[in-house]
């Protein structure tokens, strides 16, 4: 069993700063890529920013030079520090992340595991 828990979402006013915290539990192997996700009503969940195992980073265009993703995998944790925040930053915001586990004795494959989701809200 793993799960994914996410906290420090909110309501925050158009140019504010929020950090999303994410933090993985379980029979967990190893992690390799963590990401957030997020879905806006009336569309379909995109990825927001992602991070390998060695620190790579990807992140959606719109994102750029306003949010920056961050790993600690001693913590099995993974932050999302966003600022200068616009109203159409709007959304759920789901943790993702790539997990094997080992359970009595068995490895199992990387899979996907999502968390909860946490709401995060810009007013203009």
């Known amino acids: 069993q793993v799960q994914l828990v996410e906290s420090g979402g909110g309501l925050m006013q158009a140019g504010g700063s929020l950090r999303l915290s994410c933090v993985a539990s379980?029979?967990?192997?190893?992690?390799?890529?963590m990401g957030w996700f997020r879905q806006a009503p009336g569309e379909q969940r995109e990825l927001v920013a992602s991070?390998?195992?060695?620190?790579?980073?990807n992140y959606v265009d719109s994102v750029k030079g306003r949010f920056t993703i961050s790993r600690d995998d001693a913590k099995k944790a993974v932050d999302l520090q966003m600022n200068s925040l616009k109203p159409e930053d709007t959304a759920v915001y789901y943790c993702?992340?790539?997990?094997?586990?080992?359970?009595?004795?068995?490895?199992?494959?990387?899979?996907?595991?999502w968390g909860q989701g946490t709401p995060v809200t810009v007013s203009s």
């Open positions: 993702n992340a790539y997990i094997r586990t080992l359970t009595s004795g068995l490895l199992s494959p990387s899979r996907a595991y």
């Open positions: 991070i390998t195992p060695d620190g790579g980073t």
């Open positions: 379980g029979s967990i192997f190893s992690i390799n890529d």
